[in-house]
């Protein structure tokens, strides 16, 4: 059976007016948004930035063709990327976010009262500026006074900072193809776990369980060669990231114990931020904890490198 174009009804092809995220981190698949208009496209000294109004996801944010963030859905990805650490210690102080440009993070971290700094590092001004144009309320993160954005390579700004100065790190990196490669690297998380005081936390991008879980058993195990406290992945949905979910990798360095999957400083018991930062859309204290319950075939492969790593008596 035909469609009235032509083409057969079960293949749907690239349509025009659509954008399609095709890369290789997914082979074979492309989610597709209907483009209303292209509001900016430029080129970085790093990367594609594309901005577009979408029918049904609101404005959506494009790096080198994969999209960062839509109006619609970011705070699925923002509230968890940020509330899953800041929950788990008590009184988070400094804290230091490592890509997340668009300032969705920044917004998210200055919901916590107990915080006094945070340093924001990103690579990509233009990637601040255009989210400052296009999405204010996600780059309203940048108008909290405690913040400080340096614009710069993550990895070097980490390298120079004085060893224990973060309570929390939280790495919003896009995916490691380009700019953010190095950000998946051991190296990297070893100036991570060296900026953090002792049962300081990190949290990290950490890609799909569907997609990637080779990325992921790569991670797990960097960071249990690194992270002398507690290690764990967690996942939340995003419709529009490929697979649909996203994972985070949670770790801790040794000192105070930190227990991820039950919040002792959940956000969601304090509304006091409400007033100046809107309601949680997405994070709750349950969607915490129920976050690091994951699908048998990803936890066989995550709990089997904790396996390996115990050394034989
Ligand atoms: N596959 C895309 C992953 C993007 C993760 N970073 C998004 C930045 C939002 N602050």
Known sequence: MESNNGT???????????????????????????????????????????????????????????????????????????????????????VLVIGGGDGGVLREVSRHASVEK???????????????????????GYDDPRVSLHIGDGVAFLKAVPEGTYDAVIVDSSDPIGPAQELFEKPFFE???????PGGVVCTQAESIWLHMHIIEDIVANCRQTFKGSVNYAWTTVPT????????????TEGPTVDFKH??????????????????KFYNSEIHSAAFCLPSFARKVIDQKRIDEVPYI
């Open 118 to 140: 945070i340093d924001i590092c990103e690579i990509d001004k233009m990637v601040v500026d255009v989210s400052k144009e296009y999405f204010p309320n996600v780059a309203v």
């Open 263 to 280: 919040p002792i400083n959940p956000i969601d018991a304090d509304d006091s931020h409400v007033k100046t930062n809107g309601p949680l």
């Open 8 to 94: 057969p009804d079960s293949i749907s092809s690239v349509i025009p007016g659509w954008f399609s995220e095709i890369s290789p981190m997914w082979p074979g698949e492309a989610h597709s948004l209907k483009v209303e208009k292209i509001l900016f496209q430029g080129k970085s000294d790093y990367q594609n930035v594309m901005v577009f109004q979408s029918s049904t996801y609101g404005k959506v944010l494009v790096l080198d063709g994969v999209i960062q963030l839509t109006e619609r859905d970011e705070c699925a990805y923002q509230e968890m990327i940020a509330h899953l650490p800041l929950s788990s210690i008590p009184n988070p102080k400094k």
């Open 191 to 197: 100036s991570v776990a060296k900026a953090l005081r």
């Open 241 to 252: 990231y490929p697979s649909g979910v996203i994972g985070f990798m949670l770790c801790s």
